[in-house]
């Protein structure tokens, strides 16, 4: 299913950024208006994890219970974008991990890692998918830490994660553009070769940019695009997630 994102509606959104992360500019409440203005039913915040400079201390998912699962009608789920370390590491503890409703995590600069090269960058996202709480790979796509994308194709099916579009990174208001074309429209074919789900989200860091995706229309508008291929294309598809996510989890918990 192939057109613009006014006609696929996608009304949901899981990247998005708020003051807490240090370099946004949104408190949650107005992210939430920017959502409700655009017609978006649902967005997940998902500030940085603590090794972004500038970024929130632990206490600030911890506390992520005195925050309303709704405001102005759109539902909040409660996330984080870490960042990953060597080794795949996360900067959050698995205890910390399991307060959440939704995980992304992707390499970041400043953030301690000693990563180097594009192997190093691979088998560290890699590594990271294995994290059970591990939902998302954020902005897998992108010049300065790139991926192998066949290998991070086959891990992301193996380990059931979702990878992501990101608007963000073909936005006119950057000075720089962070992402490769030909090789997102090349995720759109990975993604049905391996079956894995792609989600199309904003990386917010403005009320006004939530759910923002017309710097995707490249991908909207590509013969590979599938939209059944996006686990965020309806509010549905996403609580459907994240339902069998809590329960794949609590079965884990019980496991261990």
Do not use: C, W
Not at 222 to 251: C, G, P, T, W
């Amino acid at each position: 299913m192939r057109g613009s994102v006014n006609v696929l509606k996608i009304n949901t959104d899981l990247h998005t950024h708020t003051v807490a992360s240090g370099h946004a500019y949104s408190t949650v409440d107005e992210m939430a208006k920017g959502a409700f203005t655009k017609g978006i039913k649902l967005i997940a915040v998902t500030d940085h994890g603590p090794q972004m400079p500038g970024g929130p201390h632990l206490y600030h998912f911890g506390n992520f219970s005195i925050v309303p699962d709704k405001l102005y009608g759109v539902r909040i789920i409660k996330g984080v974008e870490a960042n990953i370390l060597d080794e795949g590491k996360l900067d959050l503890e698995a205890e910390d991990l399991e307060r959440l409703d939704f995980v992304s995590a992707g390499i970041h600069r400043l953030t301690g890692h000693n990563l180097k090269n594009k192997k190093d960058y691979t088998e560290a996202t890699i590594r990271a998918m294995k994290n059970p709480h591990l939902d998302m790979i954020t902005h897998p796509v992108q010049r300065e830490y790139p991926l192998d994308l066949e290998s991070a194709a086959r891990a992301a099916a193996e380990n059931d994660v979702i990878l992501e579009l990101n608007a963000s990174s073909y936005s006119p208001k950057k000075d720089h553009t962070r992402g490769i074309k030909s090789e997102s429209l090349r995720l759109l074919r990975l993604a049905k070769k391996y079956g894995f789900k792609l989600a199309v989200n904003s990386d917010a860091h403005f009320h006004d940019e939530v759910g923002e995706y017309s710097s995707l229309d490249f991908i909207f508008e590509s013969e590979d695009f599938d939209l059944d291929l996006i686990i965020n294309h309806s509010q549905k598809s996403v609580i459907n997630y994240l339902k069998k996510r809590e329960k794949r989890l609590a079965k884990l918990k019980k496991s261990v």
